[in-house]
């Protein structure tokens, strides 16, 4: 059954007010607080992903290019299989803290990490020690930003104001990617090979420290009833609400694996096939990552038009027609700004899920459970099909067979397509805007 006391969103020197009724003011400093730590710690996550190719060959000896960048991105696939963890044992405002101490502590000891030079075999072994602890950081981190971005927006307005979550994360892949740009202007591949690429996980150590501080100040947006209600915080209680379990997991699995494709590993694509020099492709990297935040709030600001049902529509016909002649004809470019037009078609498409991706999946399940529902079940399609994405593309180019991985992602695309004619009309059936009401907080939950 729903609860009786209603959700409320406090913003620190405020009056409690009833969740959606805060001013644009509130609301908006209330987002730019959990954000700041969601930047943050996909800066921390992604500066792997992006100084990976000065670093592989470090700690992979022995390989050669695509052996040590297949390598890195196995040790990033596996730092996404905690992700689960972190997203079933951390709470709501507690996880919003603890999670960028972790995420900071791991960027600290990556800056101090020994290399297969000085440790030999050891060195792999400690760098995916540190990214475990990184991945139960994130995993703890997406579903309590999640729901708190998605409840403190205003109704009406969630699509556009929650679409600052993946604002905040794509950031963190900008911040990530400028930092490249410059080092690699400043320093040279070189310097930057020998030891520089520490450099970034020391900033990411600072900056988490500042996040930590403004982080500090949020408060619980739903109620103590609903935080202490039987069976909160357990996957038994999770599991009770199967179809909102079942759509998330598919959406997330496609969303996730077509973002860490046309994002993350678009990178060592341009490098690895296409054959474009590192400083160029972080260059255009850099664009591309900077013009697919500013389409963020513009396509959450549709959604909440034409309802989150239509916009994932959107998305999935897209990436079931995208995948093959996109990555094909990025394959064969001599031009990397023609490479990097091609990406931005599949970000302009990939949009109308990352903007919405928060707010879609909080809108399925009851307050008592959202922050497990969303965060947990995110988290295992997020690490089976994200983290493995980069991985799964090298090891099929690794073996002669790169041409088919376009199709695996369109294979992927369609079983979304699935979950996404199984969703319901978020402007009738949001557990947000209307718990009492939604199909997904009654009949789920009561077990009809």
Sequence with gaps: MASTSDPVAVVPGDKPAVMGQLSTRETVWAIVKASSGNLVEWFDFYIYAFFSVYFAEKFFVGTGQTGAFMQAAGVFFIGFLMRPVGGYIFGRKDAMVVSILMMGFGSLCLAMLPTAATVGTLAPVLLLLVRC?????????????????????????????SSFQYVTLIGGQLLASLLAVIMTHALGDERITAGWWRLPFVIGALAALVSLWLRSGLTETTSAADRNREGSGTFREVWRH??????????TCVGSLTFYTFSTYMQKYLINTTGFAKGDVADVMTVCLFVFILMQPVVGAVSDKIGRRNSMLIFVVGMIALPVPVLSAIGRQVSLVDAGLLILLAMLVLSFYTSISGIVKAEMFPAHIRGLGVGFTYAIGNSLFGGSAEYVALFMKDHGFGAVFPWYVVAIAAAGLVAVLFMHDNRRHSTIDHPHSSAYGTRAALGR
């Design 133 to 161: 602890i990184q991945g139960v950081a994130v995993g703890g981190e997406y579903g309590s930003t999640a729901t708190y971005m998605s409840e403190i927006a205003q109704p009406g307005r969630r699509g556009f104001f």
């Design 242 to 251: 199967q179809r909102a379990f079942w759509v998330v997991f598919g959406i």
